[in-house]
C-alpha cells in the first residue's frame, strides 16, 4: 500500500475521532456514567493520537519504503479499530467482555511503534 492510503486513513481516523469527542461530549454526557464516559473519552485520545500517527508512517513509507514501514501503518489501522472500537462500545453498551479485546488493540498500536522505529533505524532497508 502506498503513503497516500496511510494518509487517507489518519485523515478519516481523526476526522471521526473529532466528531467521536464532540458526540461524547455533547450527547452522551447525560446518558454515560462518569466511568464510561472516561472510557469513552479515552478510545477518542487514543483514536487521534493513532490518527497522527498514520502519518508519520505515511511519511516513514514514501522516505524508507519497505516492509516495516508499511507494518507500522497496518498495525495502526488495526489497533485504533481493536482498541478505540472496543471501547467505544464497551462505553455505550456496558458489555465488559468487550474489554478483552481492547489489550489486542493496544499491542497492535505498540507493534506499530516497533515498526516504525525499525524502519527508521533499517532506513528502509528490506526488513
Known sequence: MSARTFALAGALFGFAGVAAG???AHGLRARLSADALAVFETAVRYQLVHALALFAAAWASSQWPGRAA??????FVTGIVLFS??????AVT?????GTVAPLGGLSLLAGWLALAWSAWRGGARG
Open 70 to 75: 508499511r507494518a507500522g501503518g497496518w498495525l
Open 94 to 98: 456496558g458489555l465488559r467482555s468487550l
Open 22 to 24: 464532540a458526540f461524547g
Open 85 to 90: 472500537g472496543s471501547l467505544y462500545l464497551l
